[in-house]
């Protein structure tokens, strides 16, 4: 089909000044058509993969990937952790004392997950304190009943370290007053910034400050596990929860982070696959407007292709003609369009960091969002699948044209053309 005659006359018809300016003008814009899907498609895939990155480094970084929670607190934890560490697929363990509350401080109040950890070990289970802004993680073991706060809750309760704040837990005591809340004076150590979310929701204590605040004596109510895929967490966490328990002889309730973040990231997914979707179509469109473009050409060349078949051109060369036309068009579209969406997807997040000084809006409210701006992440596969996509869908194209082209009667052509 595509010998060398074929290719040589195809090149040449693509190269050719057209005596009907109107196929040139549908022929362009199949080309600009093609441009602008492959780029946009490369640009929201990039943009959706940045948002799943985000997700799994800095909400999945920050919260548990599974929780192993004791019915009573325990405090001969250190064989337990000894023997989930064998396990390959997990590369972190930590002790977890965790509870509701509100904080008070300047005559605001914000609602707040206290969560009571060892500082020394949250570094293997998070990466929270390589995010801290003021104040360094371990600083809650150098004071007693001192916390440290995400930025959104301090830019809330108007705290910077050094302030006090008063921990209101939501359970009542009784005592000469009547009943009353159990209150806690904090000192803030420090803040912590993840850019997500969870800046906003997050209050750390030191573990055993925790087990006071909470009422759990000396023990520690929970053990979070970190693993290595974070998607093997769900598949795993339920036979690793079954072992522990037949070891200690106790029930033990567990979870993993589909349950708190999983709809976030299935969303994400969904929204990845609806979007790539809607795009291809797009260049689906441009793909086949091809077709109109090769049908106008065929008919422009019917003479031609009549004197060529007459003089020896078989129609599956015929057909080969007008493939390597439609295709060029989809090749040249798909190039410029990968040249065009790569820089892009590269720079998407300065160039709307520029845009957003500029003119003073934003893109994302961080106390809405879970991120306070666009991510990109470009990926080559992603790019080589756009681009295959698109000159697959520009060969499927030109198959009718080319097979019209073929079937094309040289003698009726000729008596007609006289």
Known sequence: MFNPLSVCIGLRYTRAKRRNHFISFISAVSMAGLTLGVAVLILVLSVLNGFDRELRTRILGTVPHALLEFETARSDLEPITEKLMRNRAIVGVAPLNQGEGLLVANGRTVSVAVLGVDPNKESEVSILPSHMTQGEFTDLNRRRFSIILGSGVAANLDVIPGDQVTLLIPEATLSLAGVTPRLKRLQVVGIFEVG?????????????????????????????????NLFEA????????????????????????????????????LEKTMIALLLTLIIAVAAFNIVSTLVMVVTDKRADIAILKTIGLSPVSVMGVFIVQGTLVGVIGTIVGVFLGV????????ILGFLES?????????????????????????????????????????????????????????????
């Not at 690793?240 to 969303?267: C, H, K, M, Y």
């Not at 596969?381 to 040289?410: H, M």
């Open 196 to 228: 997500a979310q969870l800046d906003n929701q997050l209050a750390f204590v030191e573990l055993s400050d925790a087990a006071r605040l909470f009422k759990l004596g000396e023990g520690v109510a929970a053990l979070r596990l970190q693993f290595d």
């Open 234 to 269: 769900p598949q795993l966490i339920r036979p690793i929860a079954q072992e522990v328990s037949t070891s200690l002889g106790l029930p033990i309730r567990f979870q993993d982070w589909t349950r708190t973040q999983g709809n976030l990231f299935e969303a994400i997914q």
């Open 343 to 350: 820089p892009l997807a590269l720079s998407i997040t300065d």
């Open 358 to 418: 500029v003119f003073g809006f934003y893109l994302f409210n961080p106390s809405a969002y879970f991120i306070s701006d666009l991510p990109s992440e470009l990926r080559w596969s992603d790019v080589g699948l756009v681009a295959g996509l698109s000159i697959g869908l520009s060969i499927v194209a030109t198959l009718y044209p080319a097979l019209k082209a073929s079937r094309i009667v040289p003698a009726e052509v000729l008596n007609h053309e006289r």
